[in-house]
Nanobody, 123 residues
């Protein structure tokens, strides 16, 4: 199976920046896109951002639009989420997800998920 390795999580200051990374490796299925989700305590998991590799088309949730930037490394199945202008409301467990050709991208289907990484933003 495809394995997703996340890094960059931790603590940040309000107004500061963090960069999350997620690398996809292994498996016999090529990923067609990847994304980030987050889940705060007591809340449902919500979409943050995603990128479709063909054309490097990105989408963002309204809550992070203009503050977060999602991009990928050329030559690597790795994506990065540059988080600027952090707010305490960004505190959550962030999950990386990867989609294959078997998934319906338009409907937000993903086949693989990372284990999650904690992001804590202090005031």
């Amino acid at each position: 199976q495809v394995q997703l390795t996340e890094s960059g999580g931790g603590s940040g200051q309000a107004g500061g920046s963090l960069r999350l990374s997620c690398a996809a490796s292994g498996g016999n299925f090529a990923t067609v896109g990847m994304g980030w989700f987050r889940q705060a305590p007591g809340k449902e998991r919500e979409f943050v951002a995603r990128i479709r590799f063909v054309g490097e088309r990105t989408e963002y949730s309204q809550s992070v639009e203009g503050r977060f930037t999602l991009f990928k490394d050329n030559g690597q199945n790795t994506i990065h989420l540059q988080m600027n202008g952090l707010k305490p409301e960004d505190t959550a467990v962030y999950y990386c997800a990867a989609a294959t050709r078997s998934n319906n991208w338009l409907r937000g289907e993903y086949s693989y998920w990372g284990q999650g990484t904690q992001v804590t933003v202090s005031s």
